[in-house]
Each structure stands twice: as structure tokens, then as C-alpha cells.
């Protein structure tokens, strides 16, 4: 036992590089400043930041808030509290909590209120007000008492409080006063409602904070996407049909709706163009227009709440199934329509786009937040400390930068960026580029693909268990996979872009029951990203190509925000480049979970060789060029049998 090992670290011994990364998160917490840290998989990330931030919580009265986007990440971050309490034998209080929707007894799963926010608050509300809702009224000090004595998965506490009666969401929230640590998702600080219900709820002020972001490549995105919104010209269609007959002001009032629509299409095909920028005045100014004209003039929000109203009264009539079926149909059509015409009107810097086809099918209008430094940056300055934290949080610069951590945005903090090395034995983790191999749409076509199916079967023919091979999308993963021989073919499990959890997951036994199996996924996806892989069930991974992203007017609008704030270089790597990397990387890290783990990476594109592309990759990266990936694949496992 080493004599300096912390006394709440459960382990008998810390890692290399696990020690620097704890000792880096205790001074950030101790001097209430910022960490962001490249750490890679295996250096034991989430204790090495549970404990030093654990610690200084209980002796200086914080509240850590563990944020995680995945399920699994929950589950990871409770074991992890429950060995430390066990080890410390000390008493300290831990809730896991999910979003209110997913932890209500009453909204079951697949139910209109967990897709739709909006009306969920509505008829959460309403059930509260009215004393109608049995679980928010009860309140069972027993279930309370064994959620602050016991660290329990949210699934328990779901179950433990839905059998007793009692709110879970409420429950969970009311012990939240007296937890050092919440576990939640980023919503819980980083979407400002929520953000500012949830603190006043538990009593605590952004100062009395600790935030960890574990997995901090996806919160850019996420902040993003939580201000984003699409409307297709098929869905107002839809909804105006279903209220022809029961409600002819807004049937026209949609139909209205659709015609500006018509006239944005119209001006795209003037214009030849299959994207064109949208004001967001332009909407607006054109639907209150189209109000003011009716026999009865509503305003712009009248119509928005008279949309919510309609939605609230759908569904709820008991007929037969294909009526309910139709009603909850309009639900959603209409709450669609609301929620994106309420949304729409945000005044942060949003990308508004409306997209045409060639052929004039199913126009739309989205809009997407451009710069998630505005909800990030006000939580980085008011909370304690703040750890940002990722296996592929490189670099680890531009994470801080584009979520708004940097020393001139954010005074009296100190901003630390750390790329830590992976711990694995170097020996357990080979690293190849195949040379005269590329996706570059320039060159792809039926020879290139030839050439990448024949080079993925060769390198098969030499592993020795599980194999993945991620492509930039589906498209391409269905024009390769044509040319792969049959003995590959008949191995392959194959993720396809309509598969649902439940099919996915089936997809995951099936690879991890069949040790010669071939998993066929895509960069970005579910394998690459969602799942963990565990015991060390892939022994060779191949990555197809880079995901660029098209240039579309949303990435070229992105790029150049970018550029016009970080200047040209660094916009075109923030905005176009780093985010490819980052799906490679995700990839390319599910093959080795731990220190024990070995796995053969084969980067199948020549550019990935070459400048600026191999620049991207951790100071840990060495890869090797070749055109002969087979040979080192084969001798990778005769090295692996020798030293079996």
C-alpha cells in the first residue's frame, strides 16, 4: 500500500498517470479554478476526479454535480462512490437523478409527456396545483431515509419510491439539499431553467458548486442541439388536416403557415439553391401578418399557446386504438409545431436555414445555437471549480475555447489544459495508416471500394477474436460491404441507420457471444460512441475513412463563426476538422477499456498520415504507415500468442 495514497482512494494502487490527473483536479478544486484534461481510457478517470473533489465537498460544505450524457456513465460514477464509501467508512450522501419525465411513475415510457417536454411541465404542474398526482402529495420519510443512508442507482430509487407512492423525482431532489454529490445529466446546470429550478430547489448558489463534466467532448453539441429545432412543410400539412374538421381558424391559420413555406421554396428554386439563410424577423413579421388578417385577430403568441391548448385536449379521448393512434398522431404534429415556432424566436446567434430538395419534396426551416460559450461560460464563471474531462478532449484548447473557458472570458480563474499519456503498455495498442487507401470524395468509387473491402479481409484473416469496422456513414458502409468476400460477409453483424435501441443492443450480444464476429457500424453512431465494449471484446478495430462533413451551409456558416472569432485557421479546425477527428478517435479508443486490454488500430485512409490531419491526434498517437495492414495484424497476434 503506498504510503501517500489518499485515504478515500479505493484502490490498493494508483496508475500512472492517474496520480498526476488527481493531484492536477485537487489543486483546480482547492483554488476554485478550471481543469480541462485529455485523460485517456484506463487511467481510472472518474475516481481520480471523484475523489480529490469528494474530499474537499464534505470539508468545505460544496455539492458535486457529476454530469454524464449516458446511462452507463451513471451507472459507472455510483460503483465508483459506492467503493469509496465503503473504503473511506465514511458517511456521505450521493443521489443519481434523471430528467423529471424519465423518473415519473405516471409518464410511462413512450408516452407523449417523455417526448414533449413542454407538455409534460404543463400537465406536471396542473396534476401538482390540483392535488391530483398521489406520488407528489405523499411524502414517505422512510423512502427519504434510505436514499441519504444508501448510494443507490436511479433505478432503484425509481423503484423503491414508485412502490412506496412517492414522487422520485421529488424525493431524490429533497435529499439533493443535504448530497455531496448529485449524478445527473449536463441539463441539470447546463440548460438555464433547468438549471436555476433544480439550485433553488436544493438551496445551493452556483458558487457553492463543484462541476464535472465527464465526457466533455459531447457538451458543445449538446448545448447546441438543446437550442435547435426543425420544422418539416409534412408535418404542418399533417396537423392542418387533422384539424380541418374540429377547428377551421387554425386549419387556416396552418394552412397560412404552409404557404410561407411555398413562398421560401419558390424563392430557393428562383435562386437555385437547395439552402438559403432565414432572418429570424422573416417568419415572425410573415405569420403576424397572416394573424392580423383573420376575422379574429390573435398574436403571433396566442397562436403558439393556442397550439399547446389543442395538443393538451388531443389523445385523451378512450375509442378504439386507430383513433387514439390518430389522436396522439396530432399531439405530436402540433406540439411539434408550437414548440418550434416558440423556439424559434430565441435572440442568442442561431443559424436559421431552410432546405429545399431538387424536387421540391418536404421543404423544412431549422435553426441550431452557434456558440455554446453562452450557456457554458456564465456556469464556468459562477461555480466553485469546474473539471472538464474526456478520453478524446484533444485539444484540449479548443474544448476550452469554444465553450467559453479561457482566461480572457472568464477573470479570477485559472484555466488548465492537461493531455495526459495513455497508460497502456505500448505494446497492447498498435496504430496503423494504410497507404493508398481513402474515402476523399474524389476518389471514391468502385475500384476504391474494391480495394477497402479486400484490405479489410485481409487484415480479418489474422484476427483472433472480435473485430469492428466503423465508416463515415451509412452510405458508404452499404457501398463497401457489397465487395467484401463472402467469409466476411457471414461473420458480419451489421448496425443499420433504422435500427432502434432495443435491435442495437440485440447487436451487442450477438458480437460479444460470437468471439470471430464482425461488427459493421459507423463513425459517430452507437458502437463508436454509446457503448462500452467491455472485456476487451474487440481485438482489432478498423476506422474507414474520415466523417467530414459536407460542405453545407450549416458547416460553412459554422466555420465561418468560427473564423470570425478565433481567426481563419483555428475556424476551420474548430468548426470542420477537430469534430472528424473526435469521431475517429471514439472509434478507434472502443477497443481498449483497460490497462489489461490489446488491440490492433487501423486507420484506413492515407490522410491520416498526412498534414493537418495527423496533427489532430494525441501526443500518445504513434501510428505506423503502411500498405501492408495484414502483415502487421498478423504479426500482432503472433505476438500476443507468444506471450500466452
Known amino acids: 500500500m503506498e504510503e501517500d495514497k489518499p485515504s478515500f482512494f479505493p484502490f490498493p494502487s494508483i496508475r500512472e498517470g492517474q496520480r498526476e490527473f488527481m493531484e492536477d483536479v485537487k489543486q483546480a478544486v482547492e483554488g476554485g479554478n478550471i481543469l480541462a484534461a485529455h485523460a485517456p481510457t484506463g487511467i481510472g478517470k472518474t475516481v481520480a476526479v471523484l475523489v480529490p473533489a469528494l474530499q474537499y465537498a464534505i470539508q468545505n460544505d460544496k455539492t458535486v454535480f457529476f454530469l454524464t450524457s449516458k446511462r452507463s456513465q451513471h451507472k459507472i460514477a455510483i460503483d465508483t462512490l459506492r467503493l469509496i464509501k465503503e473504503h473511506a467508512k465514511r458517511n456521505f450522501v450521493v443521489v443519481d437523478i434523471i430528467s423529471k419525465q424519465s423518473m415519473c411513475p405516471r409518464a410511462k415510457a413512450g408516452s407523449i409527456y417523455r417526448e414533449f417536454y413542454s407538455l409534460f411541465s404543463e400537465f406536471c404542474r396542473s396534476e401538482q396545483k390540483n392535488r391530483r398526482c398521489r406520488y407528489f402529495v405523499n411524502r414517505d420519510e422512510e423512502a427519504q431515509q434510505r436514499i441519504r443512508k444508501e448510494i443507490m442507482h436511479v433505478e432503484e430509487l425509481y423503484e423503491w419510491c414508485s412502490f412506496r407512492g412517492v414522487c422520485p423525482y421529488k424525493a431524490a431532489l429533497e435529499v439533493g439539499e443535504s448530497a455531496d454529490v448529485l449524478v445527473c445529466d449536463y441539463n441539470y446546470l447546463f440548460s438555464s431553467d433547468i438549471a436555476e429550478t433544480v439550485l433553488e430547489k436544493i438551496g445551493k448558489g452556483l458558487e457553492d458548486v463543484i462541476v464535472i463534466v465527464d465526457e466533455a467532448h459531447n457538451l458543445p453539441d449538446r448545448i447546441r442541439n438543446n437550442l435547435s429545432s426543425e420544422l418539416r412543410m409534412s408535418t404542418i400539412t399533417e396537423a392542418a388536416r387533422g384539424l380541418r374538421y374540429t377547428n377551421r381558424d387554425i386549419y387556416g391559420n396552418l394552412m397560412e403557415l404552409e404557404r410561407i413555406f411555398a413562398k421560401l421554396a419558390m424563392k430557393a428554386r428562383k435562386s437555385k439553391k437547395e439552402e438559403m439563410n432565414v432572418d429570424m424577423a422573416f417568419l415572425v413579421d410573415e405569420m403576424e401578418k397572416v394573424l392580423r388578417r383573420r376575422i379574429e385577430a390573435i398574436s403571433y403568441d396566442d397562436f403558439v399557446n393556442s397550439l399547446r391548448n389543442i395538443a393538451e385536449r388531443s389523445g385523451t379521448s378512450e375509442t378504439n386504438e386507430n383513433t387514439k393512434y390518430k389522436d396522439e398522431t396530432l399531439q405530436r404534429n402540433v406540439l411539434n409545431i408550437a414548440d418550434f415556432l416558440d423556439e424559434w424566436r430565441t435572440s442568442e446567434k442561431c443559424l436559421r436555414i431552410f432546405s429545399v430538395s431538387q424536387h421540391n419534396e418536404n421543404p423544412s426551416l431549422h435553426f441550431k445555437l452557434l456558440d455554446p460559450s453562452i450557456v457554458s461560460e456564465p456556469v464556468f464563471a459562477g461555480a466553485h471549480s469546474t473539471i472538464m474531462m474526456s478520453g478524446t478532449l484533444c485539444p484540449a484548447e479548443m474544448y476550452a475555447e469554444i465553450l467559453g473557458a479561457s482566461s480572457d472570458r472568464i477573470k479570477g480563474k485559472e484555466i488548465v489544459l492537461r493531455e495526459y499519456n495513455s497508460p497502456f503498455p505500448e505494446e497492447n495498442r498498435l496504430i496503423v495508416v494504410t497507404r493508398g487507401l481513402t474515402t476523399r470524395y474524389t476518389e471514391r468509387g468502385e475500384k476504391m471500394y474494391s480495394k477497402i473491402a479486400g484490405k479489410i479481409a485481409e487484415v480479418a484473416e489474422y484476427v483472433q477474436g472480435g473485430m469492428a469496422v466503423f465508416f463515415p456513414s451509412y452510405a458508404l458502409q452499404r457501398d463497401i460491404a457489397v465487395y467484401l468476400p463472402e467469409e466476411v460477409r457471414r461473420k458480419a453483424i451489421v448496425e443499420r441507420r433504422e435500427m432502434r435501441k432495443e435491435e442495437k443492443n440485440r447487436l451487442y450480444e450477438l458480437l460479444r457471444d460470437d468471439s470471430g464476429g464482425i461488427l459493421l457500424a459507423v463513425q459517430g453512431g452507437s458502437f463508436s460512441e454509446g457503448m462500452d465494449f467491455e472485456s476487451n471484446m474487440l481485438k482489432a478495430i478498423i476506422v474507414v475513412g474520415l466523417p467530414l462533413s459536407p460542405p453545407t451551409l450549416e458547416v460553412k456558416t459554422v ?76 504479426s500482432f497476434f503472433k505476438y500476443r500468442n507468444a506471450k500466452l
Open 559 to 634: 466555420v465561418g463563426y468560427y473564423m470570425g472569432k478565433f481567426g481563419a485557421e483555428k475556424g476551420k479546425l474548430y468548426g470542420y476538422l477537430y469534430p472528424a477527428i473526435t469521431k475517429v478517435l471514439q472509434a478507434a479508443g472502443r477497443g481498449i477499456r483497460s490497462e489489461h486490454d490489446r488491440c490492433i488500430i487501423i486507420l484506413m485512409d492515407s490522410r491520416f498520415a498526412q498534414f493537418p490531419y495527423k496533427n489532430c491526434f494525441p501526443a500518445d498517437y504513434h501510428v505506423t504507415s503502411t500498405d501492408r495492414a495484414e502483415e502487421f495484424a498478423k
